[in-house]
């Protein structure tokens, strides 16, 4: 899902220090689910070594961060270099099959364009709704007047359409 964050001189989050700014929700979403499986009746983990940790732990942290959609591009261009080669190459690399987990998470993570038409505008209504409070906080802290998501300006309809068109579509063409 796509989450722009801006900082302001004024307005600093606790939660951009403690995840040094770089793909902080996704970020904080990984540190959420091994806070989570900590739990011991989560603990999921309890039975691997620490090389089998630590294999899980960046695997799951790489998944993760492939949902952020300023990945989508290079994601998508990994899927077609991969389908492009396993033409000719019936192995599949430790890289190949992250690549493939993360592009089966991240065309989970867009999926809502493919399901039921009262499912798919549920979804759309909220994550619009979600954009639109992003906006509002940016009229509010920054001195920019052209936010990301003006609820007072945006075409949802158009936006949604750009979303399948240039989004939804060419991963799930790629994928096939």
């Given at each position: 899902?796509?989450?722009?964050?801006?900082?302001?001189?004024?307005?600093?989050?606790?939660?951009?220090?403690?995840?040094?700014?770089?793909?902080?929700?996704?970020?904080?979403?990984?540190?959420?689910?091994?806070?989570?499986?900590?739990?011991?009746?989560?603990?999921?983990?309890?039975?691997?070594?620490?090389?089998?940790?630590?294999?899980?732990?960046?695997?799951?942290?790489?998944?993760?961060?492939?949902?952020?959609?300023?990945?989508?591009?290079?994601?998508?261009?990994?899927?077609?270099?991969?389908?492009?080669?396993?033409?000719?190459?019936?192995?599949?690399?430790?890289?190949d099959s992250k690549t493939l987990l993360q592009t089966l998470l991240h065309s989970a993570d867009i999926s809502n364009a493919?399901?039921?038409?009262?499912?798919y505008i549920q979804s759309a209504e909220k994550i619009m709704e979600e954009f639109f409070i992003q906006g509002d906080l940016?009229?509010?802290?920054?001195?920019?007047?052209?936010?990301?998501?003006?609820?007072?300006?945006?075409?949802?309809?158009?936006?949604?359409?750009?979303?399948?068109?240039?989004?939804?579509?060419?991963?799930?063409?790629?994928?096939?």
């Amino acid at each position: 899902m796509l989450i722009r964050f801006r900082i302001s001189k004024n307005v600093i989050s606790h939660v951009f220090i403690h995840l040094n700014f770089f793909f902080s929700l996704e970020n904080h979403h990984a540190s959420s689910i091994f806070k989570l499986l900590r739990e011991k009746r989560f603990n999921i983990w309890s039975n691997m070594n620490t090389n089998e940790y630590r294999t899980f732990r960046s695997l799951v942290i790489s998944l993760v961060l492939a949902t952020d959609m300023a990945n989508h591009a290079s994601l998508i261009e990994r899927m077609s270099t991969y389908f492009f080669f396993k033409e000719t190459n019936a192995t599949t690399t430790a890289a190949d099959s992250k690549t493939l987990l993360q592009t089966l998470l991240h065309s989970a993570d867009i999926s809502n364009a493919a399901k039921s038409w009262p499912i798919y505008i549920q979804s759309a209504e909220k994550i619009m709704e979600e954009f639109f409070i992003q906006g509002d906080l940016e009229k509010v802290n920054y001195e920019d007047d052209k936010p990301t998501f003006d609820r007072e300006t945006t075409d949802i309809v158009q936006l949604q359409i750009g979303f399948i068109t240039h989004i939804v579509h060419p991963t799930v063409k790629q994928s096939q």
